[in-house]
């Protein structure tokens, strides 16, 4: 009996919809730089990844939000910087069997 949920299923969609964003965040030099450095130090502040990205800070700002918004960061605004951090849950998630049981026919 298979057990396939159609394509139309709303779940199924949102969950696709969902890491389709993931996966874009993550397919870009500059983000998975963006996200060594963080790995690295943990908590990194926008002036200093514009340093070490040699980034303006308008365009390290566009690929900070790709990642905030694909759930893969998080910002915090102390004063007049924000400082950012992996958001580990996330990470392990698409790191996770959970996510490869998605597409594995048992």
């Known amino acids: 009996m298979d057990k396939t949920i159609p394509f139309t299923d709303t779940s199924l969609k949102s969950t696709f919809s969902l890491y389709e964003k993931k996966f874009k965040a993550l397919a870009d030099q500059k983000r998975l730089h963006i996200l060594h450095e963080i790995t690295e130090h943990g908590e990194v ?31 915090e605004a102390r004063g007049t910087w924000s400082y950012y951090t992996l958001n580990h849950s996330e990470i392990n998630h698409i790191l996770s069997e959970e996510l490869c049981c998605l597409f594995r026919r048992d």
């Open 45 to 75: 502040c926008v002036c200093d990844l514009s340093e070490e990205l040699q980034l303006p800070q308008s365009k390290l700002s566009y690929h900070l939000k790709i990642l905030v918004d694909a759930r893969l960061i998080e910002k």
